[in-house]
């Protein structure tokens, strides 16, 4: 079973970096034809793809958001993780991280986090 968990502080500044890491268990973040995205929901809204990073360390990322995104990983922890910067309350949402492989994907349950002064 592929556990994925968001941590990460539930409430950034305007201006500031939002930052996130997925901790997985279950699946190496290293195995082959994996993927491990980042995924938001914004109140009321539909689901938003911001990007991936695959099994051999590769990025993409959403042509809106990839300007303001990184997406790591520490494979020695088995986590990947997303920073968002110059963030604005337009960024609140719940975020998600999730793996895919072929045929498959998993999801964490998703992180509140509330861009605010």
């Known amino acids: 079973q592929v556990t994925l968990q968001e941590l990460g502080p539930g409430l950034v500044k305007p201006s500031q970096t939002l930052s996130l890491t997925c901790a997985v268990s279950g699946a190496s973040i290293t195995t082959r034809h994996y993927a491990w995205s980042w995924i938001r929901q914004p109140p009321g809204k539909g689901l938003e793809w911001m990007g991936v990073i695959t099994y051999d360390g590769t990025t993409y990322y959403s042509p809106s958001l990839k300007s303001r995104t990184s997406i790591s990983r520490d494979t020695f922890k088995n986590h990947f993780s997303l920073r968002l910067d110059s963030v604005t309350p337009e960024d609140t949402a719940v975020y998600f991280c999730?793996?895919?492989?072929?045929?498959?994907?998993?999801w964490g349950r998703g992180t509140q986090v509330t861009v605010s002064a």
């Open positions: 999730a793996g895919s492989d072929v045929g498959t994907d998993s």
